[in-house]
């Protein structure tokens, strides 16, 4: 397969630290062309936002934001050097944040006022969101509705709800993202959204470091990978891979405005 994007991993993190030059190499053999850098934190953010600036190369992106497991540090606002980073050219989406209710990390009444502060910050930017939901889909899709997204809606990244939830959220302008879970042998569920879901709402991911796809499970995930991903989700529609990915690589474009 060729000219694959992969719409969300952690490359700036420490997992990757030391070996970041052959990840990034190996992504490039396994024909991955875009990437784009997720910040979870505020020095997250900053540091998506230096691993792209110092790649100079129209390969990588970044995207901004406070992840709700950490909204706790943003309850009196997003902090102004994440909110000014959103405006670079160089960051095409705010994010990640959203509602995560099965870690309970922040806690849930800070998560939303948080996550609202992201759709803000993004209508002010003009930029698509990225938003991460666990167990938290019903809140989630009444908050995305009452704050009003922009016209250029976001991402719901490594899906997990139900199918009333991807429909309602690409009513209200959102791509659906896929990763790693949806080779899981237990997630029949979740194939049978990604063969009925249209694919021109569909993204392709893989959350690195996180959930490697299934014939890496265990192991650090790296964006090399998302070619598993790919051939999952051409498998459960009948398609090939290679039609998959253009079609994936054209709404990620869409999406981010990142180019062909
Ligand atoms: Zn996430
Ligand atoms: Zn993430």
Not at 82 to 94: C, F, G, K
Not at 245 to 260: I, M, Q
Request: charged share 25%.
């Amino acid at each position: 397969m060729e000219r694959l994007v992969d719409t969300h991993c952690h490359l700036a993190m420490e997992d990757f630290a030391n070996d970041l030059a052959e990840t990034l190499e190996r992504a490039r053999l396994a024909g991955v062309e875009k990437m784009l850098i997720v910040g979870s934190d505020e020095k997250g953010s900053l540091d998506a936002f230096d691993l792209v600036s110092r790649e100079s190369s129209s390969r990588l992106f970044a995207a901004v934001g406070i992840h709700p497991h950490d909204s706790s540090s943003a309850s009196d606002g997003i902090p102004d050097s994440v909110s000014e980073l959103a405006r670079h050219p160089i960051v095409v989406a705010v994010g990640e944040t959203g509602l995560d209710y099965f870690y309970d990390h922040s806690p849930r009444e800070v998560q939303k006022e948080v996550f609202a502060l992201h759709i803000a910050l993004a209508r002010e930017c003009a930029k698509p969101l990225v938003v991460h939901v666990r167990d938290a889909y019903d809140d989630a899709m009444e908050i995305l509705r009452k704050e009003k997204t922009h016209d250029r809606g976001g991402v719901i990244h490594c899906f997990s709800g139900e199918m009333h939830h991807a429909l309602a959220a690409i009513d209200l302008g959102f791509y659906i993202s896929f990763a790693g879970p949806l080779s899981y042998p237990g997630n029949e569920t979740l194939r049978k959204i990604a063969a009925g879901l249209p694919l021109e709402r569909i993204l392709c991911e893989t959350d690195s470091p996180y959930l490697s796809p299934q014939p890496k499970r265990g192991k650090r995930n790296e964006p090399a990978n998302v070619r598993f991903v790919y051939e999952e989700l051409a498998r459960v529609r009948g398609i090939s891979a290679q039609a998959c990915a253009e079609t994936v690589r054209d709404n990620a474009s869409r999406l981010f405005g990142w180019g062909g």
